[in-house]
């Protein structure tokens, strides 16, 4: 995996970054392919919106149907007929988010699944051996997912743990499957400084910062966004992960994040709450009973080519499959096209009025 | 409308209907397009697996949006974004297979929606000015749907209204939109007899045959099928209304019936029941876990082009929304060819040896 900065704009910078599956232009967003589908969504569709690469969960997927089975039939690309870049999380996040019982320990975590109660452990050498076993082209290092509010006592505690076992995954690297490490330390400076530094120290081929949108104040996540992006070497890609509100994504890339990813435009899509260059609508609204517009005028997805408003509404009134499908091919080009015109504006070193004008309408 | 015979064999046939909006070759298969949309499937995959007409349904409209709510839209084509003909039915048999509460008068019924409780009144004149605001290239006239078992009584008034309501229909005919008679007759020969000549006398565009599959027995139901197939003039199309099994497809079409509907492939596709060139299999069945190999090795549909059953499995027992829509592709596809193979058979005048082949597999 390489990466070949093009362009800075102030901390903005648009990158190429070159895998054996093919390239991926930053910033970049990556869909959420939760269970080895991004919801709603075939492959096919998501090439044509202009997906460079996708994230699926390795919680999820060791869950169901079993990383052995994905093994079995061939790997995670094969498996859902995706052969473009596949970014698989560690499975920390959704241990410490989903799961009803969990007990950390020096090795890992025993948790309980949220399906059937049934209990699991997940350690680095698993976290690492479910990941080389799907496949993706880039793991993520398992981390302790510091919550919100955490004493400094305990952010750091969990911190040593997040590094403790970012080296034990480090050892555990499979060839040809890149690594990111993970930066915590919740709000405090010393301890994402130290994060950095720690990681830096082992090497990775990309480092991605974690424990953020998790209940902090605004004001406290941009603050940490900036401070830290500053922090990671700028020959590496930067990954802020699970942000995906634009507001948060402008200063995520204002500050020099590289990747992104959400399930906002697609669980937002199911619900009927779309992205349009005016801002969020939802598509239920009376006003849209007869209206023949396409949902944005100035969309040239699939969706706003081919039907109207009115149709919108009653499909997903009527609660058809086929409402969730172009909702979410909507939204999810909206995003693609949002971040490629972001870099454009990078590219032509006006970012600042790109993040002013959507400032304003999100 | 115009109906050309291309070949016939035995009483089976291969025609071209010419409409205004394209091509119908028969024996034609109309998926069921309930509420607007045929359920999990986008109007350019419909054409991509070779759908030359689809059916929508009356009732469900003018509940949901509404009719005139679709005329404001542009009409039923432009509303669903599909530009090929559409058949619509009349409302008459959801009325009497879904309304809780019902009344039939001489003029027509009073009846419950099954979505609200509301009260609404459907006769020949609502029938034909709900169809004509949807703009349908094939209107259908309201018709008394015979339930069984039914005394000959009571058939016969029921089929005495069916004629006038039929009468009362072709009087509005709409220009440009061609209108078929619907037989009823339950299952007594001279009534069905009755029924084909008092809807010849009217003149239609084309004859359907309805009151059947309603629960009589097979073997009644076939007898009914070769019977009233027939009487009815070889000049017209012919359409077995509801009936999708494919041996009673087979019997239909060995009848000379050219067109069929059914919702049983996108309906058991999204259960799960599946069609394939070896016959019907559930996709949940344990041992397709780890199978590598498609869906049916013999098709050449998207899902078994480029997913595993293993994969099919996953997303039907993860309730992704992908898995029902790769199941009605392919479940749709299989139905599309499977006319289209039987037209080449009736080209070749070889239907008999397609319809013991198929006779063995379902």
Known sequence: MQLNIIKTDGKARACLIETNRGPINTPAFMPVGTLGTVKAMSPDELKEIGAEIILSNTYHLYLRPGHEIISSLGGIHKFMNWDRPILTDSGGFQVFSLSALRKIEENGVHFKSHLDGSMHFLGPKEAMDIQSSLGSDIAMVLDDCTPYPSSYEYAMNSLYRTIQWAEQC????REGQALFGIVQGSLYEDLRRKSVEELVDIGFDGYAVGGLSVGEPKENMHRMIYFTASLIPADKPRYLMGIGDLRD???????????FDCVMPTRNARNGTLFTSEGRISIKREEFKTDRRPLDPDCDCYTCRNFSRGYLRH???SKEILSMRLNTIHNLYFYLNFFRDMRKFIMEGKFMEFKTKWAEIF
Chains 1, 2 share one sequence.
């Not at 480090?170 to 690297?173: C, E, H, S, T």
């Not at 994504?249 to 990747?259: I, K, Q, R, S, T």
């Open 170 to 173: 480090k050892a555990l690297q």
């Open 249 to 259: 994504v402008l200063a995520g890339v204002e500050a020099g994040f590289d990747m």
């Open 315 to 317: 499909v997903f009134l």
